[in-house]
Nanobody, 119 residues
Framework: QVQLAESGGGLVQAGGSMRLSCAAS????????MGWYRRAPGNQRELVAL???????NYADSVKGRFTISRDNAKNTVYLQMNSLKPDDTAVYYC?????????????WGQGTQVTVSS
């Protein structure tokens, strides 16, 4: 079972930038997608960005044009570059790895990293 470890969270002022990293304990090339989700206080977990095994990306409307997801298969790491941060981006950010096997879905999650954007 893959272990995912997020890092790079912290406190930043509005308008600032931050890069999150998700290091996997095994090769990520075998996963159908890698993604970042977030959960703000009082809210449900929501998708932030996805990147497929062939490199296509998908973003939540709220972060389009500000966030960029990327992957480095050689380092088994996925990144989330966050620019022009807003207080509404404050949340715990979780890394996800998804594998589809014969129609069954296998989800793996990291423990999360807190991102706090001050106004």
């Amino acid at each position: 079972q893959v272990q995912l470890a997020e890092s790079g969270g912290g406190l930043v002022q509005a308008g600032g930038s931050m890069r999150l990293s998700c290091a996997a304990s095994q090769s990520i090339s075998g996963f159908d997608s890698m993604g970042w989700y977030r959960r703000a206080p009082g809210n449900q977990r929501e998708l932030v960005a996805l990147i497929s095994s062939w490199g296509s990306t998908n973003y939540a409307d709220s972060v389009k044009g500000r966030f960029t997801i990327s992957r480095d298969n050689a380092k088994n790491t996925v990144y989330l570059q966050m620019n022009s941060l807003k207080p509404d981006d404050t949340a715990v950010y979780y890394c996800n790895a998804l594998k589809l096997v014969f129609g069954s879905k296998y989800d793996y999650w990291g423990q999360g990293t807190q991102v706090t954007v001050s106004s």
